[in-house]
């Protein structure tokens, strides 16, 4: 038994000795090459990027990449343009202009008519592209806009777009193009603005404006923003010049993210307009999560995301069905991650490859011992990655989700993420709802304690529905379900919701159909049918008065037939508002077909009801149908009974329906009872 181990065979030396030489041969070799594929030379003449508005946050990437050197470190001189009143940023492109620009998704519907662009990068993973309308204009719903001014930008497809997946058409409102600004909204010249959801809502706030948001992405039109392009003949020609320039324009982004204030002074001091150092803060807050840079690395775009893309503006008809996306979409084939060796460090590879030989010398005996750490190391990397991977996967889920998201504390009951849905839905930016009691959103407290009593008791809710509140005090009804959750070892609540305002809107409108006369907009038979019995209820339970009138318009065929149906409808109408006239606010008339009419008089004894009856009568007597010319008399025949002991709601109506036909009988324009002697009038021919 040896007591050490045994000395490797010369022969094994050799070998070794040989691999090692090879390996520094090939770092030195590594070197050579990357000194020959390094950054490309600086350029002669400067590249131009044509921006897609005004400077300011919006573009922050571009203002770091160019201030911090990025540019100049891949060998490119670059020079920032604004955009143009008379050029968009597509067009002084494709004319020569600039070489790079940013563009919308509407970059696509250029691609679709044959233009040479090419994308490169996608800067917005959601488009900021918003409609936004003041409260005080009666709006609260997308569809009020329907017949009102809405200023828009020139290139707005995507929000006409929007409004077609909703049922608006462009030809149902009268649009007023200017370029995206608060101005014609702040001083009333039009109900609503395109805008985008980072900029204009500072000035609308600052002001003290209030104001709805309508986000495309509630039709589920969710499109990427702020496309860096450039053409087909500069990919072809330069195509290395193309990738140096995407990698510091997002290395610039990636610094501008990391650090928004130095950025905001510095286009503050170095590119003066019109917006404060608080303003570009609020842009960057609202980018970021635009941006989403809290999931995945700036300008990452997906083939798949594109496609939706095409496929949405295919069917407005805006571009052409299956468009081959593979000349129009940069790098998605390619990962653009080759390793360089820095410039700097060029000269030294050939020492690196030398040193490299004799640290491994040095190591061989501890290779045993490396190779135990190697892999626990390599082990607990790879258990961290899936945990990185699966929590990313996780959270760009609930971020794409296309309805609201919101997780608070069980504990405290204070909000701890929402996603961008959420932001739409709430009308306000991520940072000013966290940390928010999620109390605070639900306009009836009962609401939200009913909710928690019975995620407390069942650990789950579906199908809740409540009232919330917008962080600018506007109330929209939703639809929440919810569920316990354990988050960083405390419970805390995951609760999704959707905005079913406009349900319960057409669910109002629909009972209104249900319960409404249509010609005269009275109450229908089944509406006062329904109202009788529950007074009836209330009465037996609690007390107290209810009386009814049957009525009828007097002579009506006559009517018909002397002046015509046209003429009868109006009748009709001209009635049911002489009678509301008269009757008190908690009194209810409806009509039960025909020329037949019903009062509910809630709280009424006898002689009040016949005090009311009379005033109506009269009413109508006094006041004739003019009908082309000529005066047409009216009246109106009343039967009224008062509920006694015994009586049912049938046997009420049935007493008050006798009473009418004693009131025809005996003459016409006159009311009788059931419980009492008639009251009669002088009788007015038609």
């Known amino acids: 038994m040896q007591a050490f181990p045994a000395y490797p065979s010369r022969r094994k030396w050799r070998r070794r000795l040989f691999l090692l030489g090879v390996i520094g041969l090939l770092a030195c070799v590594n070197g050579a090459l990357a000194l020959a594929q390094g950054a490309p030379p600086p350029q002669d003449e400067p590249l131009h990027l044509r921006l897609k508005w005004k400077h300011q946050f919006q573009f922050a990437g571009y203002y770091a990449a160019l201030e911090k050197g990025f540019y100049a470190g891949e060998g490119l001189s670059v020079v920032l343009e604004e955009a143009s009143d008379s050029e968009d940023a597509v067009t002084a492109v494709l004319a020569g202009k600039a070489q790079y620009g940013i563009d919308s998704t509407e970059l696509l519907v250029a691609y679709g008519r044959g233009e040479p662009v090419v994308a490169l990068a996608a800067l917005f993973q959601h488009s900021p592209e918003v409609l936004l309308a003041r409260t005080d204009s009666g709006i609260t719903l997308l569809h009020d806009l329907i017949g009102r001014r809405i200023s828009l930008p020139p290139a707005s497809l995507s929000l006409l777009a929007y409004l077609a997946a909703e049922g608006i058409g462009a030809n149902q409102m009268t649009i007023v193009r200017n370029p995206f600004s608060p101005d014609p909204l702040l001083q009333g010249e039009v109900d609503a603005i395109g805008a985008y959801s980072s900029d204009e809502p ?89 941006i989403a840079a809290d999931l995945i690395e700036p300008g990452y775009m997906t083939r798949g995301r594109w496609q939706a893309i095409a496929d949405l503006y295919a069917g407005f008809g805006m571009i052409g069905r299956d468009l ?215 009465v037996t339970r609690y007390g107290g008065a209810l009386s009814v009138m049957m009525l009828d318009l007097d002579r009506f065929k006559v009517l018909n037939d002397r002046h015509g149906h046209v003429c009868g409808d109006e009748a009709l109408r001209h009635f049911a508002a002489s009678a509301l006239a008269t009757l008190r606010t908690n009194d209810l008339l409806g009509r039960s077909g025909g020329e037949e009419f019903i009062v509910l008089l809630p709280g009424a004894a006898l002689g009040a009801a016949k005090l009311i009856g009379e005033r109506l009568r009269a009413a109508v007597q006094d006041k004739p149908l003019s009908w082309q010319g000529r005066s047409v008399a009216l009246s109106v025949s009343i039967g009224l009974a008062s509920r006694q002991i015994g009586d049912t709601p049938d046997s009420l109506l049935g007493r008050a329906d006798q009473a009418l036909h004693l009131a025809k009988a005996n003459g016409r324009n006159r009311l009788e009872t059931a419980d009492g002697p008639p009251t009669t009038a002088t009788v007015i021919p038609l």
Not at 217 to 239: C, K, Q
Not at 246 to 266: D, F, K, M, N, T
Request: aromatic share 8%; no cysteine; net charge neutral.
């Open 324 to 538: 081959d996306l593979g000349p129009f979409l940069y790098g998605l084939a390619e990962t653009d991650r080759t390793p360089r060796i820095p410039p700097g460090l060029l000269p030294a590879s050939g020492l690196i490859g030398a040193f490299g030989l004799v640290a491994v010398f040095g190591l061989l005996r501890y290779r045993k011992i490396k190779r135990a750490l190697t892999r626990e190391i390599g082990e607990r990397r790879i258990v961290e990655s899936h945990l990185r991977q699966s929590e990313t996967r996780y959270r760009m889920m609930i971020e794409a989700a296309p309805f609201g998201v919101l997780i608070s504390s069980l504990s405290t009951d204070h909000i701890v993420q929402i996603n961008a849905r959420a932001e739409d839905q709430l009308q306000a930016m991520r940072h000013w709802v966290i940390d928010k009691p999620f109390a605070d959103l639900f306009v009836d407290p009962a609401d939200h304690r009913r909710l928690l009593d019975t995620l407390n008791k069942t650990g789950s809710i579906a199908n809740f529905v409540a009232l919330l509140r917008t962080a600018t005090d506007n109330d929209f009804w939703a639809e929440l379900s919810a569920a316990v959750i354990d988050l960083d070892r405390s419970p805390a609540v995951f609760a999704s919701f959707n905005d079913i305002s406009q349900t319960k809107a057409l669910e109002r409108e629909l009972r209104a159909l249900a319960e409404r006369d249509s010609l005269t907009g009275l109450a229908n038979r089944l509406r006062v049918m329904d109202a009788l019995r529950s007074e009836f209820d209330r």
């Open 202 to 290: 500072y000035s609308l706030r600052r002001q003290g404006i209030d104001f709805l948001m309508f986000s495309p992405r509630s039709a589920g039109i969710d499109l990427y923003g702020d496309i860096l392009f450039t053409t087909a003949a500069e990919l072809r020609s330069h195509p290395d010049r193309v990738r140096a320039f995407r990698r510091a324009s997002l290395r610039g982004w990636e610094y501008a993210l990391a650090h928004p204030q130095e950025i905001a002074r510095l286009i503050a001091d170095r590119y003066p307009g019109q917006r404060t150092i608080d303003h570009l803060l609020f842009e960057a807050a609202a980018m970021r999560q635009l």
